[in-house]
């Protein structure tokens, strides 16, 4: 049940392209066993309230599909996070296309594949690259 | 800091007034022409496909796609223009710039159509970039093999000077351009974005360029063939200028391993400021 939720969220939030990016960073097996391995791969790519964003939406589907029955779950951060969720709306629009943007982030050096180990420099060329174009592309988005 | 080269283009412009007398004696200057063209039209063309194509690819705006063909065309163009200027004559020359603003100015016309009228405003999937980038490309190889071969129609005699058909493909370019730039500052207005400023002012620096030329009628001599390259040049610069305004909206406040250049609102709200 918790793996599903995972699947879904971060496939709701992020897409099936951001869930693969997630997923490839940890199997979904340890991110649904150990929740701090969960909530750091998150931080990691999303940063502290990014990650918050999409554990709202994980617990929430939790929550529809155990119930109310909070004592069938025993993870920290999901105790917290799931009452919480219970009162949440569902994450924006902004906030998935936000979410996305960091996606792509993670991805880049993944996409470059043997420039893996390539200096830091020239990753943050790639990314600031990356989101030059996203910029400009918004520039035009804007004025339709 | 990120695409730290691109913080001396500011200075660009500035560089541009100093060499605003290069091309009064610009036919005796032998490579100078070649060299202005590159570093002002080419390098700012092959910088904003390449930001096109990559915007296209994450964006799926057939727009930013058709600006990028544009530029690639145009950039192209005027350089295989300025080689032919100094070793096969103007004929040959003008064989290759007028065709060749023409195919950018509908490119051109196209993004913005699609920018202000939404139309074609966003694709779903497919590989457009490669296939439009392609044939924006050939067009060029084409239209330069027409004229090294001849096969092109006659825009520019040596005796008589520009032809009705060079004058009628210049007009046609420069209503593009202009058409273009007018449909680009209703944009501008609309959103008070200054990536599309920049791309305005770079259209219009374009069409008084090409106009110049058209004013000129071939003659390189001229003042007007002169300040028409001139503006070439700015509308190269401003063109480079919007992509360097996208950068700094993107990644010039931030670094690090924060998402670099999206600010917090962006991060909140998926918009950049300006």
Redesign the interface.
Request: proline share 6%; hydrophobic share 45%.
């Given at each position: 049940m918790l793996e599903e939720s995972i699947v879904e969220g971060l496939r709701y939030v992020l897409g099936e392209s951001g869930l693969q990016v997630v997923l490839r960073q940890r199997p979904l097996q340890v991110l649904a066993s150990d929740p701090t391995e969960f909530h750091e791969a998150l931080t990691s790519i999303f940063k502290e309230a990014g990650a918050a964003i999409i554990e709202k939406e994980i617990a929430r589907r939790l929550l529809d599909k155990a119930g109310t029955k909070e004592d069938q779950l025993h993870r920290s951060w999901l105790s917290t996070v799931i009452i919480r969720a219970g009162a949440a709306r569902r994450v924006s629009q902004a906030e998935k296309k936000a979410l996305r943007q960091y996606v792509a982030l993670a991805d880049l050096p993944r996409a470059h594949g043997a420039e893996v180990s390539s200096s830091r420099h020239g990753m943050g060329m790639a990314k600031s690259i990356e989101l030059t174009s996203l910029a400009f592309a918004d520039a035009f988005k804007k004025g339709s | 800091m990120?695409?730290s080269a691109f913080a001396l283009t500011d200075k660009l412009p500035f560089c541009v007034s100093s060499l605003a007398y290069a091309p009064l004696g610009i036919h005796s200057f032998g490579l100078l022409y070649p060299v202005l063209t590159i570093f002002f039209i080419t390098a700012s063309s092959v910088v904003v496909t390449?930001?096109?194509a990559?915007?296209?690819?994450?964006?799926r705006?057939l727009?930013?796609l058709f600006?990028g063909c544009g530029a690639l065309v145009f950039g192209w163009s005027s350089l295989i223009t300025a080689l032919l200027f100094g070793s096969s004559g103007i004929p040959a020359a003008a064989s290759v710039l007028a065709p060749g603003a023409l195919l950018s100015g509908l490119f051109h016309l196209a993004?913005a159509m699609?920018?202000?009228?939404?139309f074609g405003?966003r694709i779903s999937k497919g590989y457009h970039a490669p296939l439009w980038l392609s044939v924006a490309a050939l067009s060029v190889v084409l239209i330069a093999a027409a004229s090294l071969l001849g096969l092109a129609p006659t825009f520019y005699s040596s005796s008589a000077g520009a032809t009705a058909v060079g004058d009628v493909t210049l007009v046609a370019a420069v209503l593009e351009f202009g058409c273009s730039s007018a449909l680009?500052y209703s944009?501008?207005q609309?959103?008070?974005?200054?990536?599309?400023f920049w791309y305005t002012a770079s259209l219009l620096a374009t069409t008084i360029g090409l106009a110049g030329v058209l004013l000129s009628g071939g003659q390189t001599v001229s003042v007007a063939m002169r300040l028409g390259w001139v503006a070439l040049f700015v509308g190269g610069v401003l063109l480079l200028l919007?992509?360097v305004w996208?950068?700094r909206?993107?990644?010039g406040q931030l670094?690090g391993d924060?998402?670099?250049?999206?600010s917090t609102a962006?991060?909140?709200?998926?918009?950049?400021q300006g």
């Open positions: - | 990120p695409l390449y930001v096109c990559k915007a296209y690819a994450r964006e705006l727009g930013v600006l993004c699609s920018t202000r009228l939404g405003a680009e944009a501008f609309a959103s008070g974005s200054r990536v599309l919007s992509v996208a950068e909206l993107s990644g670094a924060r998402a670099p250049g999206l962006f991060i909140i709200s998926g918009r950049p």
